[in-house]
């Protein structure tokens, strides 16, 4: 714990200005249900709301879990685009507030 917090000060707050300190959290939600599952019943989407919060908490980073399955639903076949208009959706919206995000696909098949 001690080297953790060690590297954080020193990142923080002796940091040359061409590094970026990040401090994030998840943004859960896509992740979640049943396959294919119904969009607000068993999986939902990070809000807009949610991404203002976590930036005005001075938040910097956002890990965006989501399932593959529910992204591509058959092998090789083509990519489910309202699913993906829900990724980039919450990807253009927190960039757009200076956060990055960190596309994070599982897969449980």
Same mark, same amino acid.
């Given at each position: &714990?001690?080297?953790? #917090?060690? %590297? ?6 002796? *940091?040359? @200005? ?9 943004? *859960? ?5 049943? #396959?294919?599952? $119904? ?5 939902? &989407? ?9 930036? %005005?908490?001075?938040?910097? /980073?956002?890990? +965006? =879990?989501?399932?593959?399955?529910? #992204?591509?639903?058959? @092998?090789? !076949?083509?990519?489910? $685009?309202?699913? +993906? !208009?829900? /990724?980039? @959706? $919450? &990807?253009?919206? *927190?960039?757009?507030? %200076? *956060?990055?995000? #960190?596309?994070? =696909?599982?897969?449980?098949?």
């Amino acid at each position: &714990v001690l080297f953790i #917090l060690c %590297g954080y000060f020193l990142c923080c707050f002796s *940091a040359p @200005s061409a590094y970026t300190c990040y401090h994030g959290t998840n943004l *859960a939600g896509l992740d979640f249900g049943s #396959l294919p599952g $119904v969009f607000g019943k068993d999986y939902t &989407v990070p809000t807009p709301g949610e991404v203002d919060y976590f930036t %005005g908490k001075g938040m910097n /980073i956002f890990r +965006l =879990p989501f399932l593959w399955e529910r #992204l591509q639903v058959d @092998s090789n !076949g083509p990519l489910n $685009v309202t699913y +993906l !208009g829900y /990724i980039d @959706s $919450v &990807v253009k919206y *927190a960039t757009s507030k %200076g *956060a990055s995000v #960190l596309i994070d =696909p599982h897969n449980y098949a």
